[in-house]
């Protein structure tokens, strides 16, 4: 079946400092790609998906880039924010499976002013 | 836009103890579905439902059931709440089974003593 890997945290930045979460998938099928965000005491909101393959998403300054080669979707942010802390989640949908998502493991990130 | 309730926030069980949650959408969404949410774990569908009358299981539904009873809600039911059950349920809602964009509800926090 399908999976999803990602950075395990927790993963604690500096204000300014810049951020990369690993993400790599397995599927069989041609997936598109999402990253979730959630914060505290909310449910996970979409930050971005990607469709297609060799494509970008970027959303609030966080951006990833769908690589199928390296099947991997990292998440990367320039310049981190103390209002990014969050738990961060990487997510699949193959086209067999309709609106169904794989997750992955969650990567709790804590910025620090 | 719209919004995703779920009712109790919190919900304190006996072990053994048949329980209860409920989820209601304003979106007009054809699709809903339920997810456990534990640390680390990231998000498990537990049951979706693409339309109306429609159940489907997904990969962590035993002991569990659930209940489509209008397209604006769906409840889930812990037929025998355990102790390894604490864990937040999540609900959430699509468009469609092709819409990929799943908005979810803040969860209900289960307790199990």
């Known amino acids: 079946g399908d999976s999803v890997t990602q950075t395990e945290g927790p993963v604690t930045l500096s204000e300014g400092t810049s951020l990369t979460v690993n993400c790599s998938y397995e599927?069989?099928?041609?997936?598109?790609l999402f990253w979730y965000v959630q914060y505290p005491g909310e449910g996970p909101q979409l930050l971005f998906k990607?469709?297609?393959?060799?494509e970008k998403g970027s959303n609030r300054g966080f951006e990833a880039t769908y690589n199928k080669e390296a099947t991997s979707f990292h998440l990367q942010k320039a310049s981190v924010q103390e209002s990014d802390s969050a738990v961060y989640y990487c997510?699949?949908?193959?086209?067999?499976?309709?609106?169904?998502?794989?997750f992955g493991g969650g990567t709790r990130l804590t910025v620090r002013p | 836009g719209g919004i995703i309730t779920q009712t109790p926030k919190f919900l304190i069980g006996q072990e053994g103890q048949k329980l209860t949650l409920k989820c209601q959408q304003n979106?007009?969404?054809?699709?809903m579905y339920w997810y456990r949410q534990d640390s680390g774990k990231g998000l498990r569908l537990i049951y979706y439902?693409?339309?109306?009358?429609?159940?489907q299981k997904g990969d962590l539904s035993e002991g569990y059931d659930a209940s489509r009873e209008k397209k604006s809600s769906f409840s889930l039911t812990v037929t025998s709440a355990q102790k390894n059950e604490m864990a937040v349920f999540l609900c959430?809602?699509?468009?469609?089974?092709?819409?990929?964009?799943?908005?979810f509800g803040p969860g209900t926090r289960l307790t199990v003593l």
């Open positions: 979106f007009n969404h054809d699709t």
């Open positions: 599927t069989k099928q041609y997936p598109t």
């Open positions: 439902s693409i339309t109306e009358n429609d159940l």
């Open positions: 990607v469709p297609k393959a060799n």
């Open positions: 997510a699949l949908s193959d086209s067999n499976a309709g609106a169904k998502l794989t």
């Open positions: 959430a809602s699509s468009i469609d089974w092709g819409g990929y964009e799943q908005y």
